[in-house]
Nanobody, 125 residues
């Protein structure tokens, strides 16, 4: 019922900025909580930032102060603005959503049902 499609990934130098966007198609009657996650080669998928249906946000410590999650209701997208990028931010970035928003602040990937295909972010030093 929820389809997600990420875009905006690119290769940038350390210290640079990128803005990722996730196009959201929600055919269900229930609002969803959403988030951004990432997975680097050889590592487990990890949470980056999440947003409740009411717009409240939560961030992983390793991106606080550098990344901002936001929703564009006019475009129906979930965006991730990334500043001061570091080589360790290199990963495939995924958008995720779920209608069950109990414990929405959780950055655990397994609680999310719907996923996009991902967009690659590469940060060089």
């Amino acid at each position: 019922q929820v389809q997600l499609a990420e875009s905006g990934g690119d290769a940038v130098q350390a210290g640079g900025s990128l803005r990722l966007s996730c196009a959201v198609s929600n055919r269900g009657p229930v609002s969803v909580c959403m988030g951004w996650f990432r997975q680097a080669p050889g590592k487990e998928r990890e949470g980056v930032a999440v947003m409740s249906p009411f717009g409240t946000t939560a961030y992983a410590d390793y991106v606080k102060g550098r990344f901002t999650i936001s929703k564009d209701n006019a475009k129906n997208t979930l965006d991730l603005q990334m500043h001061s990028l570091k080589p360790e931010d290199t990963a495939m970035y995924y958008c995720a959503a779920d209608q069950d928003c109990a414990g929405w602040q959780s950055l655990v990937p397994s609680r999310y049902k719907y996923w996009g295909q991902g967009t690659q972010v590469t940060v060089s030093s």
